[in-house]
């Protein structure tokens, strides 16, 4: 059994990480799974969440918002729309778009074709302000 796994996560503007890890933790579309070096081949789409690795002891969180997780010999490759360290976000700025997301979703009714849209950014503002809490923000 190998010892690390590869990681390599994308998104279409950037390499964000590739790297050797020790474990890796994710939200997935229908829960959180984790992945250790040995783990069985799988592919799987993932929804706004936190996503976590362990390299050498020290834990590591990035905000994420969809995308898709593959693992075939302890290589992962995570391609997703985007991908914010913890120590990246700039928590006032996600402060405000929660509160932007929440305003609307006052107004709107979930038969509005907007709904969604400020549904999902609510979810990526709190998913946000977890993930900077993990390291103070800037």
Same mark, same amino acid.
């Given at each position: 059994?190998?010892?690390?796994? *590869?990681?390599?996560? $994308?998104?279409?503007? *950037? *390499?964000?990480?590739s790297? !050797?890890? @020790?474990?890796?933790?994710?939200? %997935?579309?229908?829960?959180?799974?984790?992945?250790? /070096?040995?783990?069985? /081949?799988?592919?799987?789409?993932?929804?706004? %969440?936190?996503?976590?690795?362990?390299? =050498?002891g $020290?834990?590591?969180?990035?905000?994420?918002?969809?995308?898709?997780?593959? $693992?075939?010999d =302890?290589?992962?490759?995570?391609?997703? #729309?985007?991908? !914010?360290?913890? @120590?990246?976000? @700039?928590?006032?700025?996600?402060?405000?778009?929660?509160?932007?997301? !929440? !305003?609307?979703?006052?107004?709107?009714? /979930?038969? =509005? *074709? #907007?709904?969604?849209?400020?549904?999902?950014?609510?979810?990526?503002?709190?998913?946000?302000? #977890?993930?900077? %809490?993990?390291?103070?923000?800037?």
């Amino acid at each position: 059994m190998a010892e690390k796994l *590869k990681l390599e996560l $994308v998104t279409p503007y *950037k *390499k964000v990480l590739s790297e !050797e890890v @020790d474990e890796i933790t994710a939200a %997935g579309a229908i829960g959180e799974f984790g992945v250790l /070096p040995g783990h069985a /081949p799988f592919l799987t789409s993932l929804r706004i %969440g936190e996503f976590v690795y362990k390299k =050498d002891g $020290v834990v590591s969180h990035l905000a994420v918002n969809w995308g898709y997780f593959e $693992v075939e010999d =302890d290589k992962v490759t995570v391609l997703v #729309q985007t991908a !914010e360290r913890a @120590d990246e976000i @700039d928590l006032e700025r996600a402060k405000a778009a929660l509160g932007r997301a !929440e !305003e609307a979703l006052k107004r709107l009714n /979930p038969e =509005d *074709k #907007q709904f969604r849209v400020y549904e999902a950014a609510l979810e990526r503002a709190v998913t946000r302000i #977890q993930v900077a %809490g993990k390291t103070g923000g800037r």
